[in-house]
């Protein structure tokens, strides 16, 4: 029995973490390919991390906005240096960042005297999380379910379909809001030929381009932010997961002429960008920027997406589809997914199911060859099983 809201069908323990690794507290170990569902890109007691935290709680853990706070400037600046982005609002989730995509979007053509535009287009398949606007973001009908009437304002397109994205543009038109790749509905990469005519279709109609990286962002793909692979900028940027590398951090980022609609008054955020957290997130900036972490990230990407495909020729009748990008990886498989996460962590491996039945794997951004290998290993063994229970029933 438990006292908490039975929102989370819940599984063991864990009493600590080292590096890719969870302890339950009989000392049982298990290996983490899902982070948290990418959030410890520096996997677990990180020493940069907890020295960062450790030194920072013993000054000052919070003040209110209503103060300067150095770490949280340094923070803004940095990411202001290394992103398409001018300003910065800081926020504790993924969910607060996206509200805050949203009403500057809005906030931006009502300043213009353009009050009537106040919607924006998102996408079939579409996470954006679980407030009120962002369930209506999604447009998911299972999260929108039992909640009233949606917050008004969202349309739906087809990802990966440009057609069905001008057929929803009119004058009321305010944004565009999209995952570069698709985390909660199941690894769905939108092309990059799509996401540049949606960057396109944005400038001829003056309309804002919202990218939602809160699952791809932060490294996760290769590159600090998906968007550079694709080679377009966004105009408004939630991010959040990996930023803190565990410590609650998210972050909404946008062009000068945009971020400043959000005046004195607008918005706000108690904790958002305190002192605690944002020395947290610029150890894990500190840690993510050094020269020879992201080529990291993109050389275990290859291994294992290369042992994937061979996972998929060894066992085509359970792996239908390897997706994904750097360490955002899917396998789309037959067997139900659940089972078959159940039966991997039942073999102390840790993977979560997505949407489309695919098994999501989100290692932490530290991952080692040997790693990958021993998953590998432990995802053979799983289907392995499953083989011999599909032979002995013919
Ligand atoms: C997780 C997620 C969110 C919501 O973030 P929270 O921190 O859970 O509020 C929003 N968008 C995407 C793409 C996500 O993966």
């Given at each position: 029995?438990?006292?908490?809201?039975?929102?989370?069908?819940?599984?063991?323990?864990?009493?600590?973490?080292?590096?890719?690794?969870?302890?339950?507290?009989?000392?049982?170990?298990?290996?983490?390919?899902?982070?948290?569902?990418?959030?410890?890109?520096?996997?677990?007691?990180?020493?940069?991390?907890?020295?960062?935290?450790?030194?920072?709680?013993?000054?000052?853990?919070?003040?209110?906005?209503?103060?300067?706070?150095?770490?949280?400037?340094?923070?803004?600046?940095?990411l202001v240096?290394?992103?398409?982005?001018?300003?910065?609002?800081?926020?504790?989730?993924?969910?607060?960042?996206?509200?805050?995509?949203?009403?500057?979007?809005?906030?931006?053509?009502?300043?213009?005297?353009?009050?009537?535009?106040?919607?924006?287009?998102?996408?079939?398949?579409?996470?954006h999380?679980?407030?009120?606007?962002?369930?209506?973001?999604?447009?998911?009908?299972?999260?929108?379910?039992?909640?009233?009437?949606?917050?008004?304002?969202?349309?739906?397109?087809?990802?990966?379909?440009?057609?069905?994205?001008?057929?929803?543009?009119?004058?009321?038109?305010?944004?565009?809001?999209?995952?570069?790749?698709?985390?909660?509905?199941?690894?769905?990469?939108?092309?990059?030929?799509?996401?540049?005519?949606?960057?396109?279709?944005?400038?001829?109609?003056?309309?804002?381009?919202?990218?939602?990286?809160?699952?791809?962002?932060?490294?996760?793909?290769?590159?600090?932010?998906?968007?550079e692979?694709?080679?377009?900028?966004?105009?408004?940027?939630?991010?959040?997961?990996?930023?803190?590398?565990?410590?609650?951090?998210?972050?909404?980022?946008?062009?000068?002429?945009?971020?400043?609609?959000?005046?004195?008054?607008?918005?706000?955020?108690?904790?958002?960008g305190n002192?605690?957290?944002?020395?947290?997130?610029?150890?894990?900036?500190?840690?993510?920027?050094?020269?020879?972490?992201?080529?990291?990230?993109?050389?275990?990407?290859?291994?294992?997406?290369w042992?994937?495909?061979?996972?998929?020729?060894?066992f085509?009748?359970?792996?239908?589809?390897?997706?994904?990008?750097?360490?955002?990886?899917?396998?789309?498989?037959t067997?139900?997914?659940?089972?078959?996460?159940?039966?991997?962590?039942?073999?102390?491996?840790l993977?979560?199911?997505?949407?489309?039945?695919?098994?999501?794997?989100?290692?932490?951004?530290?991952?080692?060859?040997?790693?990958?290998?021993?998953?590998?290993?432990?995802?053979?063994?799983?289907?392995?099983?499953?083989?011999?229970?599909?032979?002995l029933?013919?």
């Open positions: 029995m438990s006292a908490l809201f039975e929102t989370y069908s819940r599984s063991i323990a864990f009493e600590k973490g080292e590096g890719m690794r969870l302890f339950t507290k009989e000392g049982i170990s298990y290996l983490d390919f899902m982070s948290g569902v990418g959030v410890n890109s520096l996997g677990h007691n990180d020493a940069h991390l907890v020295r960062a935290m450790k030194s920072q709680a013993e000054k000052l853990w919070h003040v209110s906005n209503i103060f300067s706070i150095p770490q949280q400037e340094e923070l803004a600046q940095r240096d290394n992103s398409f982005a001018d300003a910065v609002f800081f926020t504790n989730s993924g969910t607060e960042a996206i509200e805050c995509a949203i009403k500057t979007s809005r906030k931006y053509y009502f300043d213009k005297g353009q009050e009537n535009r106040t919607d924006i287009i998102a996408f079939n398949g579409a996470f999380g679980r407030s009120l606007g962002a369930i209506a973001a999604g447009g998911n009908p299972a999260y929108l379910k039992g909640f009233g009437e949606p917050v008004a304002g969202f349309k739906h397109a087809k990802p990966n379909d440009i057609k069905s994205v001008k057929s929803l543009i009119n004058e009321n038109t305010a944004a565009i809001l999209i995952e570069p790749i698709q985390g909660e509905s199941g690894i769905n990469v939108i092309s990059n030929d799509f996401m540049r005519s949606l960057r396109k279709l944005c400038d001829e109609h003056d309309l804002l381009l919202i990218l939602d990286e809160v699952q791809c962002g932060f490294g996760r793909t290769g590159k600090l932010f998906a968007y692979d694709i080679g377009i900028t966004p105009d408004i940027m939630a991010i959040a997961k990996g930023i803190g590398g565990g410590f609650p951090l998210g972050a909404c980022l946008a062009k000068s002429d945009i971020a400043k609609s959000m005046v004195v008054g607008t918005h706000g955020s108690t904790y958002g002192p605690l957290a944002c020395a947290v997130g610029n150890a894990v900036l500190d840690r993510i920027l050094e020269p020879q972490f992201l080529p990291h990230v993109q050389e275990m990407s290859k291994k294992l997406n042992h994937l495909h061979q996972l998929q020729q060894r085509p009748q359970y792996i239908k589809e390897v997706r994904g990008k750097g360490l955002m990886l899917g396998l789309k498989i067997p139900p997914v659940s089972e078959f996460v159940a039966l991997l962590l039942k073999n102390h491996l993977t979560i199911g997505a949407g489309d039945n695919v098994l999501r794997l989100l290692p932490p951004l530290i991952v080692q060859q040997s790693d990958i290998e021993e998953a590998i290993e432990i995802i053979t063994k799983a289907f392995k099983e499953i083989e011999e229970v599909d032979k029933n013919g």
